[in-house]
């Protein structure tokens, strides 16, 4: 592990995540001062149940506006009793990450909308809360999004790798993130490139839960059991997203048709497809790497998927493994991702910067909200 020194004081910090693929909310604990990772502490997982799932999937796509829409606030309950229902079972944390549900996001339109309220949660918690992560990072012109990647960078560097790794996480959308741990600030020009490569787990999910009634292909085994419509994977890959530079971002739904393409299909063959599909979608994103990373670390779901997997390895010319193969937790890496991140909104340290997510500047993101009646106050 590299040490490095550093003036800011180590946090016990508890980061959230609930993200696209919409299954539940990840909670993990990292001691850090923002720029060096001292420490990986207790993590835990809260499912959805059905309903609460029917109720966000029913508000994936709104903005706020000047009258309620009964939809969002329906949604920001739920996202906010799940997480104060899970995060409560924390003990000794001096500071939350907060990143909320993602409803919309269109950072070169209307911007980014994550509901949940950090401000009642820090209430219901007695701990300040960093939340918001991602609208100043579109209000100076970036994506306000991937976020995970300094976190990434923080990783190479932990692991102690001589070499630029890259970081895949395959959650409801998947991203990549080019990390060269010899540089020292993750803004540093040349340190990171990050962005997503198109659809990942989500088209899958919906499909085995609209036509199974199943929330995931478990192991890939329908998929095994069908064969890759080649014309339709052809016709996915002419979307005009893959050819445009990175850093860019996209919308859980922006690749809507994606149920049309393969409504003809059986289910196992539109489930092969759809998971021949986010491996190809990768492997265009590969093509834009500043240079060949020396291995391929997989975050989320997807390296759960061995059919997805196997097609990753067999196209790509680098090790693919999954992160625990370097002693990383893949189901907990974004909720760690938004600790680590909320202790460097509290210090004033960049969250962003053009490798990331285009943003004319390096940016600290987030807003803090500190409880009426605190438990207990970081340094």
Not at 92 to 111: S, Y
Not at 200 to 228: K, T, W
Not at 239 to 260: M, V
Not at 324 to 332: I, L, S, T, V
């Amino acid at each position: 592990m590299t040490r490095h020194t550093t003036d800011k004081p180590v946090l016990r910090v508890l980061g959230a995540m609930s993200g696209t693929s919409l299954d539940g909310v990840d909670a993990a604990v990292v001691e850090t001062d923002g720029q060096v990772i001292r420490a990986f502490g207790p993590s835990a997982y809260r499912p959805y149940s059905d309903a609460e799932r029917a109720t966000l999937a029913d508000a994936l796509g709104l903005w706020p506006g000047p009258d309620p829409d009964p939809r969002i606030e329906a949604a920001q309950q739920v996202v906010l009793e799940a997480h104060a229902d899970l995060l409560a079972q924390f003990d000794d944390i001096d500071l939350v990450g907060f990143h909320g549900q993602t409803l919309a996001h269109e950072p070169r339109g209307r911007g980014t909308f994550q509901t949940g309220d950090g401000a009642t949660l820090a209430d219901r918690l007695g701990v300040p809360v960093v939340w918001d992560f991602r609208s100043a990072d579109v209000q100076l012109g970036g994506e306000g999004a991937p976020l995970a990647p300094f976190y990434h960078h923080a990783l190479a560097r932990h692991m102690g790798a001589a070499a630029p790794v890259a970081f895949l996480n395959l959650g409801g959308v998947g991203n990549i993130t080019w990390a060269d741990p010899r540089l020292a600030q993750p803004e540093a020009p040349g340190a990171l490139l990050s962005f997503d490569t198109g659809p990942a787990n989500a088209p899958l999910n919906d499909l085995m839960q609209a036509r199974r009634g199943q929330p995931f292909d478990r192991d890939g085994a329908l998929a095994a059991q069908g064969s890759v419509a080649e014309g339709t994977l052809e016709a996915f890959l002419d979307n005009r997203y893959f050819y445009r530079i990175p850093p860019k971002s996209l919308d859980r739904n922006q690749f809507g048709d994606l149920p049309g393409l393969v409504a003809g299909l059986s289910d196992a063959d539109a489930a092969a497809t759809l998971t021949a599909i986010c491996a190809a979608s990768v492997l265009r994103g590969m093509e834009h790497l500043p240079e060949p990373p020396a291995q391929l670390l997989v975050t989320g779901g997807g390296r759960l998927n061995p059919v997805l997997m196997e097609m990753l390895a067999v196209s790509l010319d680098c090790p693919v493994r999954p992160v625990e193969d370097a002693g990383f937790d893949g189901d907990m890496l974004e909720a760690q991702a938004f600790a680590f991140l909320a202790a460097r909104v509290l210090h004033g340290l960049p969250t962003s910067c053009e490798g990331t997510t285009g943003v004319r500047m390096a940016v600290g993101g987030g807003e803090i909200s500190r409880p009426s009646t605190p438990a207990r106050t970081p340094a």
